[in-house]
């Protein structure tokens, strides 16, 4: 089912240390957006520090996304079931975090191929970097930040070690004036 859905849900530990490296840019004010809700751990770390932001939560599975609205009554929060690559593109984020899906581009449905194909070649980026859906996910992204917006996510060393993603990496290194990047000995 992981390798269909991509639903490799994040530990809460790892979740609360993406979530240290960015926290003292949270405001109450600011909009974040975690565009592959799941289990909705990220919203559980944030919420934890600070109910007064305005976040929108996506996932392609309606079943999470009624356990975050039952969960998570936040007034000034959104949670909708759907893919993230179907949402509307005009649409930007002071803070966009998350846990990305890992599924194949085997495995995808011809139509989410067809939509990850546009968003790399409107991003100026060639097909062969389109291996996964996780990288569409961090391109499309990209496109959803405000000027001077933070990305956060939990993604394969897969950006470090291949050849694809010597690409997608100096992609991203052009995006951001900082890019930080941290690994861990054990697999998380």
């Known amino acids: ?108 449905f011809e139509s989410q191929k067809i939509k990850c194909n546009d968003i790399h070649l409107a991003n100026d980026l060639p097909l062969s970097t389109f291996k996964n859906i996780w990288i569409t996910f961090l391109i499309k992204s990209i496109n959803h930040l405000h000027d001077n917006g933070t990305l956060a996510f939990v993604i394969p060393a897969d950006i470090l070690q291949l050849n694809y993603g010597k690409v997608v990496l100096d992609h991203v290194s052009k995006a951001f004036d900082r890019v930080e990047i941290y690994s861990f000995d054990d697999i998380l």
């Open 1 to 108: 089912m992981n390798k269909e859905t991509g639903a490799y849900y994040t530990p809460v530990a790892l979740a609360s240390f993406l979530l240290s490296k960015v926290l003292d840019r949270y405001c109450k004010e600011d909009s974040i957006l975690e565009p592959s809700l799941g289990s909705g751990v990220f919203i559980d770390v944030i919420k934890e520090i600070n109910n007064n932001f305005c976040l929108t939560g996506l996932d392609i599975n309606d079943s999470e996304i009624r356990k975050a609205k039952k969960k998570h009554e936040l007034s000034n929060s959104i949670f909708k079931t759907l893919d993230f690559l179907d949402f509307n593109e005009n649409i930007k984020f002071n803070h966009i975090i998350g846990n990305p899906p890992y599924i194949r581009k085997s495995l995808l």
